[in-house]
Each structure stands twice: as structure tokens, then as C-alpha cells.
């Protein structure tokens, strides 16, 4: 059996493909519709030695007994030599034996012989039947000396010395081959007799063990038997369709994989072949018979549909030399698929998960994207990394690279398989868009494929794929090299400032890893250095650097970079750490120091109390106006967060060295929004202006609302329900009960409560365009990846990697269409613009409460 698979022609790491090598070898391949067997034949190519001496045994008792059934007759106007009707058969065997008590008995002895072919129905039409059917030994059919006269009194003599243990074993063989017969039967023959005989056997498989006995009932009616003489026979092949399900009742098969050979081999009780069917997929590996004479029961698909599709047991492990791969569970499908359940993965190793993506689950839905498909795109680069991934599909479609000599069978494998690693790359890129294209390794692989494509006349019909990829790639090379040397500041408050960009619509701009930014790094004395690095600049680079500007004359093991917060605060960043100046608090600053000496470091004044910012009378503002501003303005800013970066921000960024500079700046701006109500309203010394303001906050929660920007409506609400906000209670006794009412319903709305169940429930309700609230989607994520290994004995936890690709989808679903808001009457529209884009804030609390104390101190009772 090896040698199929050593010998086989195709290798670079894709490898065998089962084929025939030597006529005594070769695998023979059924047919891909699920045959009928025919309890008539044999099951067996030639009797095994000890049937065929049972036979002679059996046969020349019965040829000397005078009164001997075995006769020649003429049937149809045809001699048939020494046969006999299948009623005096059973008679002489009852007869002749006192273990035999029953004439079933008796028929299930001569039916183990007729399944061996030692016996057989003379025109091989019926299995053996207590019936007046006529029946003869193999030998007498091929006639010849063996068969002829009288047996010798030697025979006679050595024959009755064999015919005990004869019996007793023909006796034990009787009840298997009577159960075999029922089920090589069409379900219409099969008595209600012979279905309780195999609904007992059916109790007895484990693979069963699961299944209510009213499905084992309806099983025993639709099961096949079916046996293979030939070790190395093919029961199916990797890539067919689905046809049937297996149990192994005796021998053993081999689970034989294209580029790996032979990954397991199932034993006596083991089951095969539902993936294909539960998943409406091709078969995910090639069956070989690793032995002669195994036996099978089937299940067609079509009955597999009607009565186990949905009951089929929860969890399927696929293994490969002894250890799981690839761990699928049945889950509810989607509406309008015709079954309730299919196979989802649970868990796998990356190349299987890979492997089983490219064999099932790609190249015949058209359209959609297959879930799984989607998971794996949108988090692989948390368990293989682009480079990997790259790696393995060259490998897979190069597979052909040393043939010299394909059938064309081969060819067919190898065409397939090619274009479904184009579509795989058109999914990866529709999937995460410019981050594939961000890859060196990526695109030189689009490359190549193209290339190979353009070359390869069977690939005609991809070439309109690759053609499309290659021009989305090229927009985006164009876009980076207008927008090359992108120049950041960050200014004291605010959100980093485009100072240069190529781009046509500056307010779109994505901050990338090779941009440009420019901060300050402060040391303990306040004193302070402005630099100039590119986003992905390490904290330990920006550490040398500073230090060195700054000369603290210390070695970098003695320094640490570091946030000081506003409230004093401190928070070191590790060296490997990126895009450090955006992950900055609000009014956070950054500080080098050494080491000892962190408890020196002070906030500066201005942290406390920013003074920059636009001046404006808030007043006379429309709100409409702030609200439609606030959301193009949060639009931008959310339209430019990848969703790579919600992984990198859950995982640590230093684990991937990628920036989440745009996943940053939209967070900031959350927390100035909500700060910037707080510090309006605690530094308006003006009672009456201070209700003005309430009343103005309120109506904008309410139009941001109906913009769908949820996250600055959350922003401004949590600003309104802070606690030096919500303790100015002269100014709340005069708000108008409607706008406390109205107020009361926003609280609601953003109650934390079961989970956010009320924001959950009032945004699954919503159509895109939308600004989700952001932080709510980021706890999210970093619950499944607190709550979840990443790894389980050695396999991805695939299970974790969807409930973030989950999430992720999220804000593919918010964005899904482009924002088209109706202006409100501009009436100062640069004005707001830039006032929106720059708030001055205080995010120091203790401040705030202090400033609130100010304005309204609490009365004494
Ligand atoms: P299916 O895809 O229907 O047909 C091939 C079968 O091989 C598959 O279902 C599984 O039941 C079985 N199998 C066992 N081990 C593996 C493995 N490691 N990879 C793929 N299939 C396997």
C-alpha cells in the first residue's frame, strides 16, 4: 500500500494523489454514485481456505448420503449438475446436526458459504432462502476431476472428522452472513422480521450510541452493506461530491491528503464521510482500503438528509498522525439553507484551518462570503502571519511546479485547486481591503499569480479576478506614493494635526506606520524636546533619542519613557512598544526618565488647566450645526480605524509592531467630547448660562442620536452625567421637566446594565451609515480575549477568533454605506469646524470638581 503513495507523481509538499502504480496494487475507484450490492454474489473474490473446506467437508457428506438432494436437474430445459432446492438443503443440515435447532439457523449456515461463493444460487440471483430455489457447490460449477463420482473413503474418513468443527463454525458465521444478506437487500425486500434482527445488531455500534432508537429503527431499514475484496480500492476521492456516510465494521481505511499522504487511518467502529455531507462540501480527504476484505455500512445521502443531518452528534474531530487538527461543531444555519445545522470549526491547527478553507469551503458558493472565510481573513494575522499565509498558498498553488507528466485527472485537481487560491486572495482583499496590500510578501505574490494567470490558458477565466485585485492594488500604491512623507503634529491638546497630505480630502487622511509625527518628550525639570519620527518609532528609539537631545547622560537600561497623566498619573511604555505619541491620554504628556526617579515627575501647569483652544460663544451656535460637524468630523476619524486594529489594540500592539494610531485618535476623541461638556458647563460662572448650556447639551445628544453617532451621543450624555455635572443642582432645578425627561430616557439609553442591553437592542435596530460607541465594541473584545485561551491543547481556539471577527464586523456594518447627511443652514461653518475639531479641555477630575464647587458650592443644610 505505501507505494501508492511513495510512488505517487505529484510532490513538492502537495504530493500524492492516490493513483495506480502496479496492476497488483492499483487502487480501483468505485463508482461516485453510491452502488447497489446484490446479496446474491459473494462478498469476497475467491472463498477464504477454511470455507472452502467447510464447503468440501459439507459437500461430500451430502454426495455419499444415499439419500443425497444433490442431484443433477434440468431446469428450463438446462442440465445442471448437483444442486439442489435450498428447503432440502436446510433439512439435511438440521438433520445432520444436533446444534442446529432451527431451519433460519440452518439457512444462515449456508448463506455464510454463499457469501464466501462456496456455494450459490445457479443463476446467481438469490441469496440462500429456505425456499425450493436450487443451489450447488462452486466446485460442481467449474466441474473438473473434484468434482466427479463418489468421494473416496479417505475423503469420506477426513471430512467427518472435519465436519464438528465445520458446524460449530458455520454455526457462529450463520447469524453475521443472514444480517449481511438483509442489508445487501433493496429496503423494500426487508421483512419486519429481518428489520428487528438489524435494528439489534445497530444497538451494539458506537458510532451510533447517540442516536434515539427511533432513528435506529429507521436506520435498519436504509443501511447498506457494502464489502471491498482489495486492499487499496478508493471508496471516494478528496474533492468529490459527497454521496455517502461510512461506519467501519471490520478492516480498516486510510485518510489519504493531497500533499501530505496518508494523516490517519480509521479502525473497526470508526465513522467517515459526514463532513462532506452536513457541509454540502467536497470531500475534504481520499479513502483507501488499507486491507483486504472490509467491511462497511452506508448511509446515502440522501436518506442521511432526511433522517440524521439534524441529529448528528455536536462535535467532529479530525486527526492527523494521532492528534486532533481540526475540531468542528454543529451549529444552527442561517435561515433559507436547507438543513438546520452544518459543521462550523471550533478549533484547528493554522494550515489545517487553511487547508480546510481551500478544499471545502471555496470554489462553489458564488457571491456571500462563507463565514469561516470571513473569521480566518479577518484574524489570521493573531495565529499565522501574513508572511505564512503568503507562503502557504504559493506552496498551494505551485503545487504542479516539478510535474512534468499529469493525467488529466491530475491537471483537473490542480486547475481547481489553483483557482480557488485566486479567489481566496479576491476574499483576503475584499475582506480587509488595503492592509493586504500594506504586505510586501502580499504583493509580490499578487504578482506572480498574475503573471502565472495570464500564462496559463485554463486560467482564462480568473484572469478577470486577478485583473481586478491588480487594479485595486495599483489605486493603492498610487494613493501612498501621492500621500508619501505624510507629516503629523500633535499638538498641546487636541488630536494630531495633518500638516502635509497629498490627499485630495485632507479630513479623510489615514495615519500610516511610515508617517511622520511631532511631540515633545518632557524630562522631570519641565524642560522639553520636540522630535520628529515615524509612527512605528519604538519607545525605546524615542528614549535614546530624547535622552540624548535632553542630555540626561544615562544608558538606556537606566531610562524609561513614559506618560504623565493629568491627575499625576504615570504609565511606562515598554520598548517595543509603537505609535506612542497618538496612544497618549488627553492631556497626557510624554516624559523621559530615569528609571529611580519616576516618582519625580510632576504634571506640567497647563496639563492641569489647557488655555489653547478656539474661543467661542457657545450660545449662539446652532446646535444642529455643532451636531452635523461633530459627526462628519467623527465619520472621518472612525472611517479611518482599520479593523486590524481593534486586534492589535485587545492583543498589545507590541505583539504585531503595528500602529493603532487611527484606532487612538477616535478614542481620544471620545473622552474629549465628554470632557469638553464637563469643562463648558463647570467654567461658565453664569447661572442662567449654565441652564442655556445643559439645555444645549441635551438637544445635541439628541441630534447626534439622529445622526446615528452613537459614540459622541454617549459622549455627551456620560459628559451631562458626570459627577461635578450632575451635583450643580441649581442648575438642574431650572431645566424644563420635558428636557430632564428627555435626559432621563439618554441615561437609559446608555445604562450599562445586562451588558448594555438597552444600547444593544436600540442600535440593532439601526441601518448604516452609523458611529457605533466605540469602547462598548472594544470591551467586547477584550472580553473574548480575557475570557478565552487563544491556544487549547496546541489548536487555535477558533471559537475566540469569531467572536472578535463578530465585532469586527460590526464596524464593517456601520460603515458599510457612506455618510450623506443633509447640511443643516450653515450659517458659520468654518468657524464651528474648527471649533469642533479642538475643544479645550480639562480631564483632570479633581479639577473639574473643584471648578464645580466653584460655580455652585454645595449649600449647608
Ligand atoms: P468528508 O470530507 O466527508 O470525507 C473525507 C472524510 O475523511 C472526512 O469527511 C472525515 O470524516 C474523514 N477524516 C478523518 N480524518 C481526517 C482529516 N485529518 N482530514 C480530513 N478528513 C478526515
Given at each position: 500500500m505505501n507505494d501508492i503513495f511513495t510512488n505517487c507523481k505529484l510532490k513538492n509538499g502537495f504530493g500524492p494523489s492516490v493513483q495506480a502504480t502496479a496492476a497488483a496494487t492499483s487502487p480501483t475507484k468505485r463508482p461516485l454514485s453510491p452502488d447497489h450490492p446484490n446479496p446474491a454474489l459473494p462478498i469476497t473474490e475467491t472463498p477464504s481456505p477454511a470455507m472452502n473446506r467447510m464447503g468440501w467437508a459439507l459437500r461430500t457428506l451430502l454426495v455419499a448420503d444415499n439419500s443425497s438432494c444433490l442431484k443433477d436437474r434440468k431446469v428450463s430445459g438446462k442440465l445442471i449438475r448437483k444442486c439442489a432446492p435450498g428447503t432440502e438443503l436446510v433439512d439435511w443440515l438440521v438433520n445432520l446436526?444436533?446444534?442446529?435447532?432451527?431451519r433460519a439457523q440452518a439457512a444462515g449456515m449456508w448463506q455464510a458459504l454463499l457469501e464466501e461463493g462456496v456455494l450459490a444460487h445457479v443463476n446467481k440471483?438469490?441469496?440462500?432462502?429456505?425456499?425450493?430455489f436450487l443451489y450447488r457447490f462452486r466446485i460442481d460449477e467449474e466441474g473438473g476431476t473434484a468434482a466427479a463420482g463418489v468421494p473416496q473413503a479417505e475423503d469420506l474418513g477426513a471430512a467427518n472428522e472435519h465436519i464438528r468443527e465445520a458446524l460449530s463454525a458455520l454455526f457462529q458465521r450463520g447469524p453475521d452472513a443472514t444480517l449481511r444478506m438483509i442489508l445487501r437487500k433493496p429496503s423494500h425486500e426487508r421483512t419486519s422480521e429481518e428489520l428487528e434482527l438489524v435494528f439489534e445488531e445497530l444497538v451494539h455500534i458506537a458510532a451510533l450510541s447517540h442516536l434515539s432508537t427511533s432513528i435506529k429503527r429507521e436506520l435498519s431499514s436504509i443501511f447498506v452493506f457494502e464489502a471491498h475484496a482489495q486492499a487499496g480500492t478508493i471508496l471516494f476521492n478528496q474533492g468529490d461530491e459527497g454521496r455517502s456516510w461510512y461506519i467501519l465494521l471490520k478492516g480498516s481505511v486510510d485518510v489519504v491528503i493531497h500533499g501530505k499522504g496518508t494523516v490517519a487511518t480509521l479502525k473497526t467502529g470508526d465513522d467517515f464521510g459526514k463532513l462532506a455531507l452536513i457541509n454540502d462540501a467536497p470531500r475534504a480527504a481520499t479513502i483507501v482500503l488499507k486491507e483486504n476484505n472490509c467491511h462497511l455500512l452506508r448511509v446515502d445521502k440522501e436518506h442521511f438528509n432526511r433522517i440524521l443531518r439534524d441529529v448528528e452528534a455536536n462535535t467532529l474531530r479530525l486527526q492527523e498522525h494521532g492528534k486532533d487538527v481540526l475540531v468542528l461543531e454543529r451549529v444552527a444555519k442561517q435561515r433559507?439553507?436547507?438543513?438546520a445545522f452544518k459543521y462550523t470549526v471550533m478549533s484547528g491547527t493554522p494550515a489545517k484551518m487553511l487547508e480546510h478553507l481551500l478544499e471545502t469551503r471555496l470554489g462553489q458558493s458564488v457571491g456571500g462570503m462563507d463565514p469561516f472565510l470571513d473569521d480566518f481573513l479577518l484574524t489570521?494575522?493573531?495565529?499565522?502571519p501574513v508572511v505564512q499565509l503568503v507562503d502557504e498558498l504559493a506552496n498551494y498553488f505551485h503545487c504542479d511546479a516539478h510535474e512534468d507528466a499529469q493525467t488529466p485527472e491530475d491537471r483537473e485537481y490542480i486547475i481547481n485547486f489553483k483557482k480557488r487560491v485566486i479567489q481566496f486572495m479576491q476574499k483576503w482583499v475584499m475582506a480587509v481591503r488595503h492592509a493586504a496590500f500594506e504586505e510586501p510578501s502580499v504583493c509580490d505574490f499578487i504578482e506572480d499569480l498574475a503573471a502565472e494567470v495570464e500564462a496559463d490558458p485554463d486560467l482564462n477565466e480568473e484572469t478577470s479576478i486577478v485583473h481586478n485585485v491588480l487594479t485595486q492594488m495599483a489605486r493603492y500604491q498610487e494613493d501612498r506614493n501621492q500621500n508619501a512623507g505624510q507629516k503629523w503634529k500633535l499638538p498641546p491638546n487636541g488630536q494630531p494635526i495633518c500638516l502635509f497630505s497629498g490627499n485630495a480630502t485632507p479630513s479623510k487622511t489615514v495615519i500610516r506606520p511610515d508617517d511622520d509625527i511631532i511631540f515633545r518628550v518632557y524630562c522631570a525639570d519641565h524642560t522639553y524636546c520636540t522630535l520628529r519620527f515615524p509612527m512605528h518609532t519604538t519607545a525605546e528609539l524615542i528614549k535614546a533619542c530624547a535622552a540624548d537631545k535632553l542630555q540626561l547622560n544615562r544608558g538606556p537600561e537606566d531610562l524609561v519613557l513614559v506618560e504623565v497623566k493629568s491627575n499625576g498619573e504615570r504609565s511606562v511604555f515598554k520598548d517595543n512598544d509603537v505609535s506612542i505619541p497618538t496612544g497618549l491620554s488627553l492631556n497626557g504628556r510624554l516624559f523621559v526618565s530615569v528609571k529611580d526617579h519616576l516618582d519625580a515627575l510632576t504634571q506640567l501647569q497647563e496639563q492641569e488647566c489647557p488655555t489653547e483652544g478656539v474661543d467661542i460663544d457657545l450660545e449662539i451656535l446652532s446646535t444642529k450645526e455643532l451636531a452635523y460637524h461633530i459627526t462628519l468630523f467623527e465619520w472621518d476619524l472612525f472611517w479611518a480605524v482599520h479593523e486590524y486594529e481593534l486586534l492589535y489594540h485587545t492583543f498589545g500592539r507590541h505583539h504585531f509592531g503595528k500602529i493603532t494610531a487611527n484606532l487612538d485618535v477616535f478614542l481620544r476623541r471620545f473622552n474629549e467630547v465628554q470632557y469638553w461638556i464637563v469643562t463648558e458647563l463647570v467654567s461658565t460662572p453664569s447661572l442662567s448660562k449654565r441652564v442655556g448650556l445643559v439645555r444645549k447639551f441635551i438637544k445635541l445628544a439628541a441630534y447626534c442620536k439622529e445622526y446615528q453617532n452613537l459614540n459622541a451621543f454617549f459622549a455627551v450624555v456620560m459628559g451631562l452625567s458626570n459627577m461635578a455635572v450632575s451635583r450643580l443642582q441649581q442648575t438642574w432645578e431650572k431645566i424644563p421637566s420635558k428636557f430632564r425627561k428627555i435626559f432621563q430616557e439618554f441615561e437609559a439609553l446608555i445604562d450599562p446594565s445586562r451588558n448594555h442591553r438597552a444600547y444593544r437592542v436600540f442600535v440593532g435596530k439601526l441601518q448604516p451609515p452609523l458611529i457605533p460607541f466605540m469602547p462598548l465594541l472594544l470591551k467586547d473584545m477584550t472580553f473574548a480575549h480575557e475570557g478565552n485561551k487563544t491556544s487549547l491543547d496546541g489548536l487555535v481556539n477558533f471559537e475566540k477568533m469569531h467572536m472578535m471577527a463578530q465585532t469586527m464586523r460590526t464596524i464593517r456594518f456601520c460603515r458599510s454605506r457612506s455618510l450623506g447627511l443633509e447640511p443643516p443652514s450653515p450659517k458659520s461653518e468654518g468657524e464651528v469646524r474648527s471649533y469642533i475639531s479642538s475643544f479645550r479641555v480639562i480631564d483632570n477630575q479633581r479639577v473639574l470638581t473643584a471648578m464645580s464647587q466653584k460655580v455652585e458650592p454645595t449649600r449647608k443644610l
Open positions: 446436526s444436533p446444534i442446529v435447532h432451527t440471483e438469490q441469496p440462500f432462502k429456505d425456499k425450493c433559507g439553507q436547507h438543513s489570521h494575522i493573531v495565529f499565522m
